[in-house]
């Protein structure tokens, strides 16, 4: 079993005392664009600083969780993984590189515009403990040295050494299309691109785990609902990771996946929108019907136009959808009954693109949600389906869900939609149904809101 030494504490506590940068979908576009080896390296070399600065400040917030909820066992088993990934990344070996190798990568681009990216408006929603807004974490502060930053080896490894920090356009890409890369960077690539996997492996259950430990300290304390300084500490727990998966799930895919005309990495630069929207509703009536065992669940309607596009990873969008969906099902079948299967009234999916916004409105007639109700709705672990227990099932991806039963859908599919700048809003008629709007920021210059 991992433990944490004092020794390790030390670079823990160093790391988190530096800002997070954030980056914004835009860049990560124009970055891992047709990379090269050269490319890669200076993006392994930015995650190799950024990756433990990040898991540092959420190793110190997992230690000093409120109302005692560090001492359950799930979230220390937490705390230990992302204390391992982090010990992974700082003692991962820099690649032996020659000089000339390491000039070029020090070159950024001359002809291409780097773009900057602009403040994530949902950043003004993950106050911290006190009240007070929390920083973006962008700037030109002090970074740790980690003997791969600069990526001339120079850094003398102890973690105390500081320098300037330069913003992250500058620091993810340089332009090397015209070098010729030695095969240690690749070699280094590789090994990197393995360890990234690994490390995004053993997170892979941390959702649940969280859930589960708040899921204990909630029967402990006796408590029906949770705290709001656990609500905000989920939240903004839930959003770094969904920050620190992007990055890694873009890195590992930018290495492995074969070049593909929409495709950046992870990112599909033509999300067609009515596509991944009917795949959703396809994907949650199937849900719907297994769960109810019904051979027809309540029909839904897609009005969107067929060529709406946009630059966006699509596996986030089908995730808010799908849940939403899922929620407007339920909720029209348990009005209704299911022996009403013939005679339920339609969902209605509307997509419609603004200036800067494409927004997706979906209407149930499911008898909507009492007013006293709305604020529990955001609140991780609040729902109304019985005996809620957590599906062992679930562990393996964010993206397997039951029907319902673990009160996670609307406060994450928040939280991705809010990732890129976009936002979720959900307005109750009381005694007839439901609208969700799912805003999404089409312009796509938003960087990660960091908590
Ligand atoms: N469209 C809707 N109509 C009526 N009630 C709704 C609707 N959407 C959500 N709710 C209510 O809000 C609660 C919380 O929803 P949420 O999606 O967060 O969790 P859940 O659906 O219960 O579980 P899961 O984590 O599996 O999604 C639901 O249990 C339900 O009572």
Redesign the pocket.
Known sequence: MFRITPALWERIHHYASFPQTGVSLQQMVLFGQNPSQGTLLRASQFLLEELPIRLAHRVKELDQLPHNLSDTPSITKVKDWYAQSFEELISFPSPKLPPTVREALMMTSSDVSLPESTTNPSLSYYVDDYGAPVSSGYGLGPAPSTGHSSGNGSGNGNGHHHKIRIPMERRYYANTTAVNWPPEVQDFNRRFTKALELIKKRHDPTVTTVAQGVLEWKRRQNARNINLDVQHWLDRFYLSRIGIRFLIGQHIALNTLQPHPDYVGIICTRANVHDIVQEAIENARFVCEEHYAMFKGPPVQLICPKDLHFAYVPGHLSHICF??L???L???VERYGPEAEDHFPPIKVIVVEGKEDITIK?S?E????PRS?IP???T?M????EGQNIDQDFQASDFK?????????????RLYARYFGGDLR?I?MDGF??D?YIHLNRLSSNREPLP
């Open positions: 849940e939403l899922k929620n407007s339920r909720a029209v979906i149930d499911g008898g909507g949600i109700a529990l709705i955001w991780y609040y729902t109304t389906m869900a039951p029907m319902a039963g673990f009160g996670y859908g609307l406060p994450l599919s959900l109750s149904g439901t969700v």
